[in-house]
Each structure stands twice: as C-alpha cells, then as structure tokens.
C-alpha cells in the first residue's frame, strides 16, 4: 500500500445460487455487496464505517475500463450496498467509476467474521441534513463564516478562489479557517470543525488580475470528515447538465432580503442561456450562470456570503454543476442570472489535484455456483 495512503474501502461481492431444477448445476447466480470506508485497513466492516453511497460500479464484460452500453450497472444506496442478477459464474471482471480523491483499487479477500458482521450491522443511519455535503468556511480566530464550499471527496472541499483573494493579493490562508460539516444553524455546537491542510486555488485565477474566471479552488482537510456526505461534481463529459432551463438549486448562509443569517437557506433557480451569460457579463467558457426559474416574478439568487457554495441540480441524486462566484450587488436583479464556475470545465484539474484515478479500474474476480467472498479495495489518495 502507498504510504501516503490513510483509508481504503472494500466492496464485498457474495455470490449466492439459484439452484435450478431437479438441483442441477444453476446457470446464473446473484452477485452482491457494499461498499464502505474502511477507516482501520483490516478488511472488515465495523458499525462506525459508512457506507460510500453514489458510487457506480458495473459488469465490465469486455474489460476495456469503460461502461459500455448493454453492461450492467448499479449505484450504491445510502448503505453503499448493490446488487446484480442474473450473473453466470466464472471469471467476472467488476469496473469502479472512480470518484475525487481515490486511486487505486486491488482485490482483498474478506473473513467470514466480516460477512456477519456486514449481514447485522450494515444499515448506515442516514444523517438529518437535507444537503449533509454542504461546508461553512469560518475564520479560525473568531468563528465567524465568510464563505461556502461543498464536500467532494472525505478530505477534499470544493469552493471559490475569490473567498481567499482580494483582487491579486491572497488575503486567507490555511492556517487562519477551519470548515463546518454536517451544520445548518451556525449558532449551535451540531457537525464537526475540521482544521485546513492546504488551499489550492486554481492556477489561472486573477490572470488577468481582478476578474472572476477560473473561480474555483479545493482544500484539503487535515482530516476525513467523519459527518456528511460526499456530493459528486458533474464530470467533463456531463454537460447535458448544463443545459439551459434545468432546474438547480443553490444553498448557504448568505445575505437574505433581511440581513445576514445564520440558517441555511435554499432556492430554486434555472439554468441560463449562454448566450445570455455571456452578453450580461461578458461570461467566459468557465462560468455558467443560473436565474430565476421562467414564469416566476420573484428573485431567486444567491448573494454575498454563498460564495463558494455549490450549485446543484434539483434531483434525487444531484450533481454539482457550479460554484458560486458573483453577481449583481444587491442580488436583486430578476433580468441579471447569478454567475458560477463551471465545473465540468475543470474536471480534469480537480481530478489531477485530488489524485483521482484517470480512468474507471476493474478488478478480475472468480464467481462460484455457491457463495463467495472477495472484496474490492478502493485507496483514498493522499
């Protein structure tokens, strides 16, 4: 193992019979599991280790790192628990669409005292929040939060370059912020503070000095977040979710109508036209902008103090697709869209900075007409 590796996850694949006619040979058999962070490395799944929820993994027939239409796929649940039917037994090859923050994967063997436990313990409570991967950045000297950002990975937190800039002058560092997870009311003690390792803002911001594009910077945490959950950014080939008039949402402890607050609040927007993107604000190919909904009169915006927070859509799994960077003063321009960083335009940077691996890994395993236990193991970067 890489040393500088601190957390693998393992997926359980138990292969169970379907014993056909007569009690012949049974031709399919069910193949399932989970997938979880195995925070102590000792390949066995424990009440405190989560499940990893989102993840894709499929039947890589053709072994060539990529889903290919007509291959099976399943996402994991909140218990990070899949399943496949119908699997014939023999030699099977399982891919992993690998996620921020994780590059390499091996085949473990798992003990039984694993698959007892996984069968007792393996429903993950889920967490309370409505949006468990949104982030507070407060100042470390008084608490008070300045900026948003979102958990992409269990080290990693995805924000704007502008929260630690002040045009060309970096004015934040890491030593002065902690982040907040798994927080909504400010004012409360609830989620966990964690200290800032390093901010890695995005190497093309404020060239030229002064303006927005490139908005977009990651930090790494000191520590895995043991609260919330990872939201999935969109990736560069998902950019049908950009498309204009998708229905998105934006959350944070921004400036309301009334004043700051220290609530999370959420609001509906849409995704704008480019075009209008770009002949409001001179939009470049990073930015991506978001408006109040068509046919509603209200002004729905994010505003000073959301910086840095995602921009979502407004589905049962979301997706990230912006990172919230500028827009009108007041925020109360219903004919002005709020601007965003783009993110499928930098995939390639967060996956590169994350350590992600490039492609999707599959694994060779033996699926037998009776159960079996092998395991995946998945390997954060460092």
């Known amino acids: 193992m890489n040393k500088f590796a601190i957390q693998s996850a393992i997926v359980a694949l138990m292969a169970g019979s379907l014993v056909a006619c007569g009690g012949s040979t049974p031709t399919t058999v069910t193949l399932s599991g989970v997938l979880f962070d195995d925070l102590n490395l000792n390949n066995?799944?424990?009440?405190?280790?989560?499940?990893?929820?989102?993840?894709?993994?499929?039947?890589?027939?053709?072994?060539?790192?990529?889903?290919?239409?007509?291959?099976?796929?399943?996402?994991?649940?909140?218990?990070?628990?899949?399943?496949?039917?119908?699997?014939t037994p023999g030699s099977v090859k399982i891919g992993v669409h690998m996620h921020l923050g994780f590059n390499a994967a091996s085949v473990t063997p798992l003990s039984t005292d694993w698959v007892n436990t996984r069968i007792i313990n393996g429903t993950l409570v889920p967490g309370k929040e409505k949006f468990p991967f949104q982030v507070a950045l407060v100042n470390k000297s008084d608490g008070s939060q300045f900026c948003g950002g979102s958990l992409i990975a269990p080290h990693w937190v995805l924000t704007a370059a502008h929260c630690f800039f002040d045009k060309s002058t970096q004015v934040t560092f890491a030593a002065a912020i902690r982040v907040r997870i798994g927080v909504t009311d400010l004012t409360t003690q609830e989620g966990e503070t964690i200290d800032v390792s390093q901010l890695i803002n995005h190497p093309d911001y404020l060239k030229p000095a002064g303006n927005f594009n490139n908005d977009i910077a990651l930090i790494k945490l000191s520590g895995n977040a043991t609260q919330g959950a990872v939201i999935l950014p969109a990736e560069a080939n998902d950019t049908s979710l950009n498309a204009a008039g998708t229905a998105v949402r934006v959350i944070g402890?921004?400036?309301?109508?009334?004043?700051?607050?220290?609530?999370?609040?959420?609001?509906?927007?849409?995704?704008?036209?480019?075009?209008?993107?770009?002949?409001?604000?001179?939009?470049?190919?990073?930015?991506?902008?978001?408006?109040?909904p068509a046919g509603d009169t209200t002004v729905r915006d994010s505003c000073q103090g959301d910086s840095g927070g995602p921009l979502f859509t407004d589905t049962a799994t979301p997706r990230q697709v912006g990172v919230v960077s500028f827009g009108t003063t007041d925020c109360t321009d219903i004919t002005k869209p709020g601007v965003y960083a783009r993110v499928t335009f930098f995939d390639a940077w967060m996956g590169t900075t994350t350590g992600r691996t490039a492609t999707d890994v599959d694994v060779s395993t033996n699926v037998a007409a009776n159960t079996s236990n092998v395991g995946i193991g998945v390997q954060e970067s460092n």
């Open 44 to 87: 066995l799944h424990e009440a405190s280790e989560p499940g990893l929820k989102d993840w894709t993994v499929y039947l890589d027939n053709n072994a060539n790192l990529h889903q290919d239409a007509g291959e099976a796929s399943a996402v994991t649940n909140s218990s990070g628990a899949y399943s496949f039917s119908n699997v």
């Open 253 to 292: 402890w921004g400036k309301t109508e009334a004043g700051t607050t220290n609530t999370l609040r959420e609001v509906g927007q849409q995704i704008s036209q480019d075009a209008l993107c770009q002949s409001t604000w001179n939009a470049t190919p990073q930015m991506l902008c978001a408006q109040t």
